[in-house]
């Protein structure tokens, strides 16, 4: 289970400096209130445009930013008192997979076992295992370069996976696969999801609503920094009086039109 209660986030950047004119200090509100709550055994989406505070919101999850207001559990621990503790509650995929280009998929998988805690025995016993259910027996032992996106997403996956955490966030992995790679993810979270796969709590960010349609309970659209409706997409339809989702979250995300969008 994982609780963002009304988050923000805040940024200092310099902007228009030069040799005779000083840079100009400006404030950011990257996030300014987003609330989640992510049950055991649902897939929660996180739903936005690009730039909407989501990748921000999911790095004070994971520790990487203390957030300046508000407060972030996992499993009940807070996760900027106990942040090691927190962290190997959760498995995190981000948005650069950063995979090690000289070591095979296994051997990438086996390191992060071990950077958990785990003995050298049961990480590699676990290796195998995750590459039966994520289908990696060809790229297995292959040196991850030269993978294709979808193989990194896969190799990346396992490495989350490697220390079979209750929690599992994802900033985006769709990005850049391709169809089949794309179904194949679904699956596999379905399979997480589920009481056979362990009845994981999910997180996932995305822009694509079409994902959210097909893998997510439940839905979290943030916007500006906000999250502004929560809900399951039919909830989430009828709260906008719509019967497209695509028409739904834009009437949720953007209730005020710019004059622009009707010239």
């Known amino acids: 289970m994982i609780q963002i209660d009304n988050v923000s986030k805040h940024f200092v950047a310099r902007s228009g400096g030069s040799l005779f004119k000083r840079a100009v200090k400006q404030t950011v509100h990257a996030v300014q209130g987003v609330t989640v709550y992510a049950a055991s055994g649902c897939?929660?989406?996180?739903?936005?445009?690009?730039?909407?505070?989501?990748?921000?919101?999911?790095?004070?999850?994971?520790?990487?930013?203390?957030?300046?207001?508000?407060?972030?559990t996992v499993d009940g621990i807070?996760?900027?008192?106990?942040?090691?503790?927190?962290?190997?509650r959760m498995g995190i995929l981000g948005d650069a997979h950063g995979l090690y280009p000289r070591l095979s998929a296994r051997e990438n998988i086996i390191y992060f076992g071990r950077l958990q805690g785990m003995e050298a025995d049961a990480a590699s016993d676990r290796a195998q295992e995750l590459s039966r259910l994520l289908d990696m027996d060809k790229i297995l032992d292959r040196r991850a370069e030269g993978f294709s996106q979808g193989e990194r997403m896969k190799t990346a996956l396992a490495r989350a996976l490697v220390h079979d955490p209750a929690n599992i966030v994802l900033d985006e992995p769709t990005n850049g696969l391709d169809v089949l790679a794309t179904r194949s993810l679904r699956e596999v979270l379905r399979h997480l999801r589920s009481p056979a796969g362990g009845s994981k709590c999910i997180v996932f960010s995305t822009h694509i609503m079409q994902e959210v349609e097909q893998l997510c309970e439940h839905v979290v659209v943030v916007a500006q920094g906000r999250s502004v409706a929560q809900g399951s997409v039919p909830e989430l339809l009828a709260q906008a009086g719509e019967s497209k989702f695509e028409d739904a979250f834009v009437k949720l995300a953007f209730p005020h039109p710019t004059p622009e969008a009707h010239a």
Do not use: E, Y
């Open 43 to 72: 897939i929660t989406g996180l739903l936005g445009p690009n730039g909407a505070g989501k990748t921000t919101t999911l790095r004070m999850l994971g520790g990487l930013f203390k957030p300046d207001g508000g407060s972030i």
């Open 78 to 88: 807070a996760v900027d008192q106990a942040p090691r503790q927190a962290l190997a």
